[in-house]
């Protein structure tokens, strides 16, 4: 079995993060919002269930260990044989579960969301694959309406549940059902507790494919492992709620990566150059300062997923010029160039700084941004 994977977002230099799809989705559909808001802190690809979004059909039954094996391959054609953070949705957590148990050694960490040790019934499961083959996907669209999302959220993103819902319409009805076979063979509550990979569970209030409840069992059978309710969310989490998963797989699946993410996204706002001649300047007195901004000023804040780069650049240069800090004013101009601010936004921002914390203050950070843009002509 290939797998194809699907690259959502953030530079290839950054640690990876691997990210499994819901049944009857493409992983974009279903992740492509929520990578975006994790696009400065990893590298985010996406793989495709058979016969789903750009995956291949299947026409052999398979298993979700096959699966997890599957994507282990993946990786390692793609990214090559590296450690990275997963996170899944309802069949892509099972896969998640799966790759913890089979193949620790390859994960950093892990999240399964909208899931559980086991997944409904097999009577169920067998039910549905028949159902599918016998009438295509289109017939479990008008279902998956009603029980993928909490109460509302159609009204309020229409434009997000018709592009889950129809993912599901385009699926391949064979490859389809025979993930609703992998998942009725599927069942490993009974190895939850030899899980030694950092673990995140997290479950939707209004979630009647996979409840909360019984994914709070599973979540306290692995050890140290951790479990988070949203409210108001469904079984499709990372559409519903992205910037929440977001923030919490930002904070659960890179805890040791903060430095490298942080490494990333200096160079990727101050430029290479800048952070060379920083590091190349580093002594042991200037050492432990350089790793306290590198993990936490960048690592950290910057690269959370509130705000958008260039939005933070505005923040920057005003408290650069409140504080009269020119000559940092001059590289983080530069920076909020890089990072997508135009001449005439990065005036009026200092016209702005002017009024609220002083004119001397700003006729000086002036003085450097029209040293700076005349750079940027040349």
């Known amino acids: ?27 974009t559909a279903l992740w492509g919002r929520c990578a975006e808001l994790l696009g400065d802190r990893f590298h985010v690809v996406g793989w495709e269930l058979p016969g789903h979004g750009r995956g291949a059909p299947a026409t052999t039954p398979f298993t979700v260990a096959d699966l997890a094996a599957a994507v282990v391959a993946v990786v390692d054609r ?12 309802s069949v892509g957590g099972a896969v998640g579960l799966q790759l913890a148990l089979d ?47 909490a109460p509302g959220f159609i009204e309020r993103h229409p434009d997000a549940a018709t592009g889950l ?21 599927y069942d490993v509550r009974d190895r939850l507790g030899s899980i030694t990979v950092p673990l995140l569970a997290v479950g939707g209030s209004d979630d009647g494919s996979a409840p909360a409840d019984l994914l709070l069992v599973d979540a306290g059978a692995v050890p140290g492992g951790r479990f988070v309710e949203l409210d108001g969310v469904g079984h499709q989490a990372p559409a519903e709620a992205p ?12 805890p040791d990566g903060r430095l ?30 350089q790793d306290l901004i590198t993990r936490y000023a960048w690592g950290e804040i910057w690269t959370r997923p509130g705000l958008a780069r260039r939005d933070r650049s505005i923040a920057v240069l005003t408290a650069l010029v409140a504080g009269r800090h020119f000559e940092e004013l001059e590289f983080h101009l530069r920076a909020a160039l890089r990072n997508g601010l135009t001449r005439e936004e990065i005036v009026e921002v200092l016209l702005q700084s002017a009024i609220y914390v002083g004119v001397p203050a700003a006729n000086t950070a002036f003085a450097v941004a029209k040293r700076v843009l005349a750079e940027d002509d040349a």
């Not at 549905?128 to 279902?143: F, I, K, N, Q, Y």
């Open 165 to 185: 819902l129809s993912s599901l319409q385009d699926a391949d009805a064979e490859s389809y059902s025979l993930v609703c076979e992998a998942l009725a063979a």
């Open 78 to 89: 793609t990214l090559g044989p590296v450690a990275f953070a997963y996170a899944g949705v």
């Open 260 to 289: 490298d993410a942080g490494m990333g996204v200096r160079r990727a706002v101050l430029g290479d150059e800048h952070v060379d001649r920083a590091v190349a300047g580093t002594t042991d007195v200037t050492r432990d300062f």
């Open 243 to 254: 910037r929440t998963v977001a923030s919490l797989l930002a904070d659960a699946l890179s």
């Open 103 to 149: 193949a620790p050694e390859r994960l950093i960490a892990a999240a399964v969301l909208c899931t559980g040790a086991r997944i409904g019934t097999p009577d169920g499961w067998h039910e549905r694959a028949a159902l599918v083959r016998a009438s295509g996907t289109p017939v479990m669209v008008e279902g998956s309406a009603k029980w993928w999302f």
């Open 1 to 27: 079995m290939e797998l194809t994977l699907v690259r959502l977002a953030g530079d290839d230099t950054l640690p990876p993060l691997v990210v499994g799809p819901s049944l009857g989705t493409s992983v």
